[in-house]
């Protein structure tokens, strides 16, 4: 329809428009008290600047690709439940399991959680 015009033109409503502010590092701090899908919508609205950042097993991480699973946990948010070549799972406010997949270590480069785990283990 766009490529041979015949798709339809709608004004926009501006009674309907709200503001976004500016993308700022303070967004990037994950806060696990949060639901699972909104933690999900963060690690996602954040890519590629500022990307959205936790605290891993002691050691500060970008983190740039999450799945949720609708796995249910009873741990308080933030704990670290597993990790696999699935990804490492961290309880949500919403009492669901996120499971990050990709990440950035602090001075290392951005890669698949499972080739994290094979030089740096996480014993839960």
């Given at each position: 329809?766009?490529?041979?015009?015949?798709?339809?033109?709608?004004?926009?409503?501006?009674?309907?428009?709200?503001?976004?502010?500016?993308?700022?590092?303070?967004?990037?701090?994950?806060?696990?008290?949060?639901?699972?899908?909104?933690?999900?919508?963060?690690?996602?609205?954040?890519?590629?600047?500022?990307?959205?950042?936790?605290?891993?097993?002691?050691?500060?991480?970008?983190?740039?690709?999450?799945?949720?699973?609708?796995?249910?946990?009873?741990?308080e948010p933030g704990t670290l439940l597993s990790a696999d070549k699935?990804?490492?799972?961290?309880?949500?406010?919403?009492?669901?399991?996120?499971?990050?997949?990709?990440?950035?270590?602090?001075?290392?480069?951005?890669?698949?959680?499972?080739?994290?785990?094979?030089?740096h283990p996480i014993q839960l």
């Open positions: 329809m766009i490529e041979n015009g015949t798709a339809v033109r709608t004004v926009q409503d501006e009674e309907a428009s709200t503001y976004a502010p500016m993308l700022s590092r303070d967004l990037s701090p994950i806060d696990w008290t949060k639901s699972a899908h909104a933690v999900n919508c963060q690690i996602r609205g954040l890519i590629p600047w500022p990307a959205a950042s936790a605290v891993v097993d002691g050691r500060a991480m970008k983190v740039f690709k999450s799945q949720e699973t609708g796995e249910e946990t009873s741990a699935r990804g490492i799972a961290v309880a949500c406010g919403d009492g669901k399991a996120l499971y990050l997949t990709e990440i950035q270590a602090d001075g290392g480069k951005r890669m698949p959680v499972a080739d994290y785990l094979r030089g």
